[in-house]
T-cell receptor, first 114, second 114 residues
Framework: AQSVAQPEDQVNVAEGNPLTVKCTYS??????LFWYVQYPNRGLQFLLK??????LVKGSYGFEAEFNKSQTSFHLKKPSALVSDSALYFC????????????FGAGTRLFVKA | DGGITQSPKYLFRKEGQNVTLSCEQN?????MYWYRQDPGQGLRLIYY???????QKGDIAEGYSVSREKKESFPLTVTSAQKNPTAFYLC?????????????FGEGSRLTVL
């Protein structure tokens, strides 16, 4: 069965500091991994994805994520946080067996303080 | 503009009533999804469909029904059997390609049971 864990309900960081939002996953076969961001009362917006290739994936708004197969992790990172990055972040996984079923984590709320 | 349209944005219903949430996409995507979002629980998959006239149950399908008669439409009915239907409902779609791609989301429908 597929599953995604985001161990932190909330992450607090000062503006200009690096940020990390953690994600671990479980899936049969090779994983397709995604990060999304959600602003209040809106749908989710895609940030980046990992399918294959380089373990460091770059995405929108300066975000990047590192795929670690041995630790089954896909942590979201940004070198320098902005106040406008404050939002709810979701990690998601699809497997290459079992069709297109996509499962999301519980979400991590990011607060960036000026 | 291409995208996903959900309607209505807000919906109130009395206990015991069925309601149908609309989801239409003009992205020519093959796969469509319905998720339910509750505070602290992230997005939970209700149903998904990879092709017209076919759909699969997600993790919380009980009390819900869907149809996929047209590629661009994937309506969700919340039946009176759903014990706690008050939630934010999100529809999404993606291309099939060589594997699951990123999901494109609608703006959501907030259902409140009075």
């Amino acid at each position: 069965a597929q599953s995604v864990a985001q161990p932190e309900d909330q992450v607090n960081v000062a503006e200009g500091n690096p940020l990390t939002v953690k994600c671990t996953y479980s899936v049969s076969g090779n994983p397709y991994l995604f990060w999304y961001v959600q602003y209040p009362n809106r749908g989710l917006q895609f940030l980046l994805k990992y399918i294959t290739g380089d373990n460091l994936v770059k995405g929108s708004y300066g975000f990047e994520a590192e795929f670690n197969k041995s630790q089954t992790s896909f942590h979201l990172k940004k070198p320098s946080a902005l106040v406008s990055d404050s939002a709810l972040y979701f990690c998601a996984v699809s497997g290459n067996t079992g069709g297109f079923k996509t499962i999301f984590g519980a979400g991590t709320r990011l607060f960036v303080k000026a | 503009d291409g995208g996903i349209t959900q309607s209505p944005k807000y919906l109130f219903r009395k206990e015991g009533q069925n309601v149908t949430l609309s989801c239409e996409q003009n992205l020519n995507h093959d796969a469509m999804y319905w998720y339910r979002q509750d505070p602290g629980q992230g997005l939970r998959l209700i149903y998904y469909s990879q092709i017209v006239n076919d759909f699969q149950k997600g993790d919380i399908a009980e009390g819900y029904s869907v149809s996929r008669e047209k590629k661009e439409s994937f309506p969700l009915t919340v039946t009176s059997a759903q014990k706690n239907p008050t939630a934010f409902y999100l529809c999404a779609s993606t291309t099939k390609g060589s594997g699951p791609g990123e999901l494109f989301f609608g703006e959501g429908s907030r259902l409140t049971v009075l």
